[in-house]
């Protein structure tokens, strides 16, 4: 069983930076890739950003290119995303999420394709 526990969730001011960790359990984490999501109240959930198991290959929504970054350090078992250059509209609760399925890179947006998740973080950016 695998369990991801998120934290480094709060308040920030729009422009700032806040950096999300995602800590794992279980023996399958270097071999998982490690997918971002975030949910805002009556909406879906949406894709973020997703890490391969070895950290060589990312991809992002086109919401948070260039502002976000995702890494992750096999030693520790831990993934991150960097947020960076907030906006109030990233406002979200953000969930990690992890695989160990090997699809088309564009598929991992997807929420289906992720058998563990985190139980979330809020973020808030002021204006």
């Known amino acids: 069983q695998v369990q991801l526990v998120e934290s480094g969730g709060g308040l920030a001011q729009a422009g700032g930076s806040l950096r999300l960790s995602c800590a794992t359990s279980g023996r399958t984490f270097s071999r998982s890739t490690m997918g971002w999501f975030r949910q805002v109240p009556g909406k879906e959930r949406e894709f973020v950003a997703v890490i391969s198991w070895s950290g060589g290959s990312t991809y992002y929504a086109d919401s948070v290119k260039g502002r976000f970054t995702a890494s992750r350090d096999n030693a520790v078992n831990t993934a991150y995303l960097q947020m960076n250059s907030l906006k109030p509209e990233d406002t979200a609760v953000y969930y990690c999420?992890?695989?160990?399925?090997?699809?088309?890179?564009?598929?991992?947006?997807?929420?289906?394709?992720?058998?563990?998740w985190g139980q979330g973080t809020q973020v808030t950016v002021s204006s």
């Open positions: 999420a992890a695989t160990v399925l090997h699809v088309d890179y564009g598929l991992y947006r997807s929420s289906k394709y992720y058998d563990y």
